[in-house]
Every structure is written in C-alpha cells, then in structure tokens.
C-alpha cells in the first residue's frame, strides 16, 4: 500500500513549559508499521514547521526517536531516522546559532563538538554509525539532547537563558504562546 500526503498526520509541535520536553523519554522497542506511520508524519511535521531535525517528545510522544534532515528536502538521501540514538564520538569545537522549533523566534549561539557520531537503530530496528560535521554534528546533539529532556538554551548562560525564560512567560501571559 502506497501512502500519499494527504493521508499524513501533521502534528502540532510542542512549545516550552510542556513537561514533556524535559522528560526523558522511553526507548522505543517496537520496529512495526505504526512505527513506520508516525516516523513519515514526523517528517511532515517537521517540514510543514520548517526545521532540520525534529524529536519525538516535540510532537507530546516520549519516545527515542528523532528524524533529521539537515538538506530539508534537497537529497532524499540525507534523511535520517534515529531510533534510541547514542553519541559516542565527538570531536572539535563549533560555534554557531542555534534555534529550536519548541522554542520558536529564539536562536542564540550555542558551542558545539564539530564531528560526531551517533550510533541509532534504523526503521527495522537495525544499529548504524553515522558521523556528520557542522550542521549534522549540531542536529545529532541537539535531537539526542531532547531525548534525554534537554533544551539547547541548558547549554547557554544562565544569564541568557533566563531571559528567554521570562520572554516566554510574557507571552505566555499575553496568550502569544
Ligand atoms: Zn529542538
């Protein structure tokens, strides 16, 4: 059976204060069809945001699961599904802004290795290393820091990040949120 667009789900993505966010999440045991199903829907709903990476806690589901795509669209091959992903190599330092679609109208600059490998099970459940530099490098981190309950702005001052924190609060109270 062939699935179109229009039978795809996307998910609304979950803003900052939803406790899911800094939950860590379950690993994901299953390699079946549903499976299947939502990681298509996450790419959608991560396109339909226009990000590059996108973890399964950001649409309210606390699994360890993470779609990437740092060529948003360009090369089908760079498509990435990482399933209770892990890093195990970092190298080098980069710096760069950083911004987070649980977090919109924010970026900030944030340090990062500059290579890194992830080892992550694929659809079928199957183990693979990957290592990717600079902008791969920074979506491994980051998609592997939301499984783990972590925010990019825990890798910022605590200066900076409690004045987005109480940006959010003001539009939180202003029903902009
Ligand atoms: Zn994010």
Request: overall charge positive; proline content about 4%; hydrophobic content about 40%.
């Amino acid at each position: 059976m062939t699935m179109t667009a229009s039978e795809r789900k996307i998910y609304p993505i979950v803003k900052f204060g939803d406790p899911v966010l800094e939950t860590p999440a379950a690993a994901v045991t299953k390699f079946d069809d549903e499976l299947k199903r939502l990681v298509e829907d996450m790419f959608e709903s991560m396109y339909a945001a226009k990000g590059v990476g996108l973890a399964a806690p950001q649409i309210g589901i606390s699994l360890r699961l993470a779609v990437i795509d740092v060529t948003f669209k360009e090369d089908p091959e760079a498509k990435l599904v990482l399933a209770n992903p892990e890093i195990v190599h970092t190298e080098g330092r980069q710096r760069g802004s950083e911004g987070c679609l649980s977090i919109p109208e924010f970026r900030e600059e944030v340090t990062r290795a500059k290579k890194v490998t992830v080892r992550a099970q694929d659809l079928h459940g199957k183990w693979y290393e990957k290592t990717g530099e600079d902008l791969l490098a920074r979506a491994f981190l980051h998609e592997t820091d939301h499984l783990n309950g972590k925010l990019y702005i825990s890798h910022v001052s605590a200066l900076k990040r409690d004045l987005i924190k109480r940006k959010i609060r003001k539009l939180v109270k202003a029903g902009e949120w």
